[in-house]
């Protein structure tokens, strides 16, 4: 076995217009050494499904001071979004709130200590995080976001504060489409683009935007929890030692971790290169039948430091199909509302934690972005923090997301003809996906 160093060459193609200190969002677990101690007033908080991401910085020079990640808490309850709703109607919604509150306060506290900052001189947060996170941070009912046809009852969250700290929380497009994907449109400034551009922000829920024309087209699709190593077997998130990227000969693999660390597990772009490999080398068809060369226990990858194995198992490689099937057929869904083939698309914004380690190589010979080459897609790391730090800079308070159409694709059967045909990864005849 072989354990490389690697870190993702082709993310520097994302170029947005910000200060050099916010260079650091990119990708934070890779560049830690940008961030300098000094004076911190604000606190940038990206609440997602599976972990919460901060940045302590001081606004008038935009100076990224510490950031830290930390599992969500409510992960007790279930990976993904619709397992937090049904918590909150079984559990008290007091309780749930307390705990996203006080593990956001911990962490700001630790950032605070890190940095040797003055909690008290924090005087403003910014949170974005999809709809459902957002509801159970407030205590809001979630129920409307659980059935048909998930009617939002409340509106975004005007600006409050939390003892002397002002907090705003960006504002949702819809039950599926949260702020977190406001802020990665700020990221990559699609509401001023006059190009034809797609944001992905590649998680557990797979929510995308279409621009074009000067109208935008959004869905999120249920991807599950495995592009954030949840849905693996021995998976793990996009931390250091995580498997990233994988080669096998004779199914002897050769692997590279993040940071050259020993290995804790296979990540979503490791799971992601494992079956890419597999279907190259011919242990699996283009139908997604593994041959009988593949082990019953799955591909052997590498040993924890506690000697714990780490396997690919053949329902990993299951995960991986149905994941990449969500997103291509939400993006070719997303081109047929829009009555565009994919090669009218000018630029792909790939956002999220995971993006950060993907091979886009990778992913066109799974075809997770359908028919759009590699060449226009830029890996942009995390959108939501990017582009809460974009809010951060201006001078007006105000914010709203540009008028969007959303597709629900749980009622579109043209969606479910997509997924399923997604599910080989035989070529199509024809690129057009109109």
């Known amino acids: 076995m072989n354990v490389t160093a690697r870190t993702n060459e082709k993310s520097e193609q994302f170029n947005p217009s910000y200060p050099d200190s916010a260079r650091a969002l990119h990708g934070i677990s890779l560049e830690k050494e940008n961030f300098q101690k000094g004076p911190a007033d604000t606190i940038l908080v990206d609440l997602g499904t599976t972990t919460i991401a901060l940045i302590l910085m001081e606004q008038t020079s935009g100076a990224l001071r510490q950031s830290y990640v930390f599992s969500n808490p409510h992960r007790k309850y279930g990976a993904d979004v619709i397992s937090r709703i049904q918590a909150s109607m079984i559990h008290d919604r007091k309780d749930l709130k307390r705990e996203l509150i006080d593990g956001i306060t911990q962490a700001c506290l630790r950032l605070c200590e890190k940095n040797k900052s003055d909690p008290s001189r924090i005087t403003r947060c910014l949170i974005a995080g999809n709809t459902a996170m957002i509801h ?12 048909s046809p998930f009617q939002i009852q409340e509106a975004s969250p005007q600006p409050f504060y939390y003892k002397n700290c002002l907090v705003q929380i960006v504002p949702w497009i819809s039950a599926f489409l ?18 034809t551009n797609l944001f992905i922000d590649l998680g557990t829920n797979g929510e995308m935007v279409l621009s074009h024309g000067g109208k935008f087209y959004a869905a999120a699709t249920a991807a599950g929890p495995t592009f954030e190593g949840q849905g693996l077997s021995h998976g793990c998130p996009a931390i250091d030692g995580a498997i990233s990227h994988i080669k096998y000969h004779r199914l002897q693999p050769s692997l590279t971790t993040i940071r050259n660390k020993i290995p804790v597990g296979i990540c979503g772009s490791g799971a992601i290169s494992a079956t890419a490999r597999l279907l190259e080398q011919g242990y699996m068809n283009p139908q997604g039948i593994l041959s009988s060369s593949f082990p019953d226990q799955g ?50 914004y790939l956002g999220g934690g995971f993006g950060f380690f993907l091979d886009l190589e990778d992913c066109q010979t799974l075809r997770m972005f359908t028919d759009i080459s590699s060449d226009r897609i830029q890996v942009c790391g995390n959108t939501c923090l990017r582009g809460l730090y974009n809010i951060s800079q201006s001078e007006s308070f105000e914010l709203s997301p540009p008028v969007i159409r959303t597709i629900n694709l749980a009622e579109s059967e043209y969606f479910k003809a997509c997924f399923l045909s997604h ?11 109109t």
């Open 178 to 195: 949260g702020g977190d994907i406001t802020a990665g449109l700020y990221a990559c400034s699609l509401e001023r683009s006059p190009q």
């Open 136 to 147: 159970l941070l407030m205590g809001y009912d979630c129920r409307p976001l659980s059935s």
């Open 299 to 348: 591909i052997f990858l590498a040993n924890r430091v506690d000697g714990t194995p780490i396997y690919f198992t053949a329902q990993d490689l299951r995960n991986v199909q149905m994941s990449v099937a969500a997103i291509s057929a939400g993006i070719q869904t997303l081109l047929h509302t829009a009555r565009i083939p994919a090669k009218k698309v000018d630029t792909v």
């Open 423 to 433: 599910m080989s990864y035989d070529k199509p005849d024809s690129s057009s996906n």
